[in-house]
Structures are given as C-alpha cells and as structure tokens.
C-alpha cells in the first residue's frame, strides 16, 4: 500500500521561469537514466525479489524514494514554465526577433519561447511531460529487473552512476539558485545511492547467495574455461596488456588473466545453408532444367510458364 504526503521531500523554487532549461530538465525525468527509470527499475525489482526480506524492503524504500523525486521535478519544471512568452509562439511574425524589438518585447523572451519544447504548451498546459529532453517518450525498455539480485544491483550502480553525472551537468548549465539548491539535494542522493549499491552488492556476495560470474549458481565445468580468463587483443598495439585485466589473478579469484596478443580464429569459414526456394532467396548457383527453368543446387519447388510442381 502506498501513501502520498502532501510535503516535498526538497525542494527551492527557480527564482525566474526559463522554458529552454525546463526542457533540458526534462532529461531527468522521462530520459534513459532518469527518476522514470529508477523509480521502476527498484520498484519491479522489489515486488519480483524472492531472496531475503532485507534486500526486497529496501528495493521498496528506494523505488518509492524515486516517485518523491519524479514529483520535486515535476514542480521545478512547473515554475520554469511559469508566466512563460508562449503568447509569442502565437503570434508568430515572420521575424520575431525584429518584431520584438519594434514592439518593445524583449528579444531574449523570443528566442527562449521559440526553443521551448512546444508540448510543454499544447499538450501538458506548462506542465512536465513522461518524456526526456528531446520529446522521446519514456519506455518500460529502459528498466532491468532480472530476478538475480547481483546482476540487478549492479544494474542500479550503473543507473545511478550516468543519472548523478546528467544531474551534474545540468547543475552547470544554469545560474538560477533555488535550480542549484534543488539539483544539490538530488546529487547528493545519487552519491547515496552510488554507496548504498557498492554495500549491496558485497552485503550479497558475503551472504553466499551470489557471487562472480553471475549468475553463480551455473556449473563452471560446463563452460570452456580455458576461455574464461582471456584477454584477446583485437586491435593494433598491445597497451591494452598494461591493465588489471591482462594479468594477474582474476576478480572472482577462480583463474589467472591471460594475455593474447594476436587472437586466431579456432572456428572454420562459414558455408551458409541454401536458401529455401519458397523463400526466393538467392542460392549460390542454379541448374539448368527442362524447358529453360532452374532450380536451387537443392531440388525444391521449379516454376514453369507460371505454374508449379515439385
């Protein structure tokens, strides 16, 4: 069951409105790795968790967490929309920088209304939109919830990850203080986060129930493993033997890397399979027949003055 609470958990309103910085904001929200994401990604994550109770209760805490995320941005874009020019869109001069200046606007609200994502208008009434920043709509795609706990919070470190860098950047593309104030709290939720899935990610390898590769619990004798722990190098130069992964013991602690430095192929050249006839593809040769027809090297299906036998 879930309860709404009327509070933001933070938030600092835009001293001013800015439409073009409410539609890169929009990243944060409907984008790949935005709240949208997150807050699913945890949630079904949580509700499929069949492991210890610790693990699906703080999925939940964190998914629901997110929502309260969604809504604090949602209120930010809400003031940045607030009293914009849309009226110029309306009015729409074939110039409308020239026409701004002759009738006394200010050019810059022109050209902030004229970038603007149009749907902020028309269709969300100066609202936040499911979208990220260039209108592509928000997709169930984005979100991993495998059902193996370390391969999902590993996942999640990764979200985290390229949603506090977005968080970062957007941090530096404005100058409005109450949007630092607000994206502050954020970030440093995402440093949280970032923490809370580097513990549980050991919390679960020390609890035995998962552990490297994932998933642990495949029988390591049915996989080839004298190719377990090779480094093929397929590229010109060989600095990629100066790494952790070319030598050593492995991370799992199972094997020894090993360094290959030029890689052969160890399967033969490919013969494809002939196309089936009915298919029409195109087979390698064809034998002539009776009546100047051809068939596929395979036999099959021959066509004769429009009809056909077999």
């Given at each position: 069951m879930f309860y709404h609470n009327k509070?933001?958990?933070?938030?600092?309103?835009?001293?001013?409105p800015d439409p073009v910085y409410a539609k890169k904001i929009q990243e944060l929200i409907g984008g790949t790795?935005?709240?949208?994401?997150?807050?699913?990604?945890?949630?079904?994550?949580g509700w499929n968790c069949?492991?210890?109770?610790?693990?699906?209760?703080?999925?939940l805490d964190v998914g629901t967490e997110e929502i309260g995320h969604i809504e604090m941005l949602a209120t930010t874009i809400a003031h940045l929309l607030d009293k914009a020019p849309v009226k110029m869109q309306e009015d729409g001069a074939q110039d409308p920088v020239v026409g701004a200046v002759m009738g006394g606007s200010d050019p810059r609200d022109v050209i902030m209304t004229a970038a603007m994502n149009p749907q902020h208008a028309i269709v969300s009434g100066l609202g936040a939109l499911?979208?990220?920043?260039v209108g592509f709509p928000w997709n169930g795609r984005f979100i991993v919830a495998s059902g193996n706990l370390l391969a999902d919070f590993r996942s999640n470190l990764h979200a985290e990850s390229q949603g506090r860098l977005q968080a970062v950047r957007l941090y530096e593309m404005t100058?409005?203080?109450?949007?630092k104030d607000t994206l502050s709290f954020m970030i440093a939720r995402d440093t949280m986060h970032q923490n809370l899935w580097l513990a549980a990610i050991e919390d679960l390898e020390q609890s035995g129930l998962e552990?490297?590769?994932?998933?642990?619990?495949?029988?390591?004798e049915l996989e080839k493993r004298e190719f377990a722990y090779q480094f093929w190098n397929h590229s010109e130069g060989n600095e990629s033997a100066e790494g952790r992964w070319a030598k050593g013991r492995?991370?799992?602690?199972?094997?020894?890397?090993?360094?290959?430095?030029?890689p052969q192929p160890l399967g033969p050249q490919p013969e494809p399979p002939q196309p089936e006839p009915n298919l029409h593809g195109t087979p390698q040769s064809r034998?002539?027949?009776?009546?100047?027809?051809t068939v596929p090297p395979s036999g099959g299906r021959v066509q004769i003055k429009g009809s056909s036998t077999s």
């Open positions: 509070k933001l958990q933070y938030f600092k309103p835009p001293e001013r790795f935005g709240e949208m994401t997150v807050m699913m990604q945890y949630l079904f994550q069949r492991g210890p109770a610790k693990y699906r209760d703080m999925l499911p979208t990220d920043s100058n409005d203080p109450g949007v552990s490297t590769p994932v998933p642990s619990s495949f029988p390591l492995s991370m799992d602690h199972k094997g020894e890397f090993q360094y290959v430095a030029n034998q002539p027949q009776g009546n100047g027809a």
